[in-house]
């Protein structure tokens, strides 16, 4: 399993989406999910340490999790099958683990909550991308990358 961390989150233009950028910070080189834009304000709130007068549904899931005894244990994105990521929350209550599909957004927006670690199974490695790849590509062709 590769331990990721969210590093940044943008806004796509004009596309209504948001990419969430995991960051490797052993191999410098990050997973890019697109996700919409509620999940991904969702992360940055998480990210933010944003407090609401009133909970949001993550804030409820982590104070339903902790109520019924539980912990979050991590978030695993275990699977790409259609340009769609797979993962699953790990949770732990007496002793035992609890496995819950989730989509990674949820699972990275309560981990973010929890204070828990984001993995990526070591399947999924190849879509990784190196960070100079990243701003290669975004930089114009004029301009100089240091």
Excluded: W
């Excluded at 609890?98 to 949820?106: A, K, M, N, Q």
């Excluded at 199974?121 to 879509?127: G, M, N, R, V």
């Amino acid at each position: 399993m590769i331990e990721v961390h969210v590093d940044r989150v943008g806004l796509i233009p004009d596309s209504g989406a948001m990419s969430i950028f995991l960051k490797d910070p052993e191999k410098d080189r990050v997973l890019v999910i697109q996700v919409g834009v509620f999940e991904g304000s969702a992360i940055l709130y998480g990210m933010n340490k944003v407090s609401m007068k009133r909970p949001l549904s993550h804030d409820l899931m982590i104070r339903l999790i902790e109520d019924l005894g539980a912990q979050v244990k991590c978030l695993l994105i275990h699977d790409l099958v259609d340009n769609t990521y797979y993962g699953e929350i790990r949770l732990v209550k007496d002793g035992q683990e609890i496995r819950v599909d989730t989509r990674p957004s949820d699972g990275i927006a309560l981990c973010l909550r929890a204070g828990a670690p984001i993995y990526v199974a070591d399947k999924l490695a190849e879509h990784f991308i190196d960070e100079m790849d990243i701003l290669m590509a975004t930089a114009d062709s004029d301009e100089t990358v240091h």
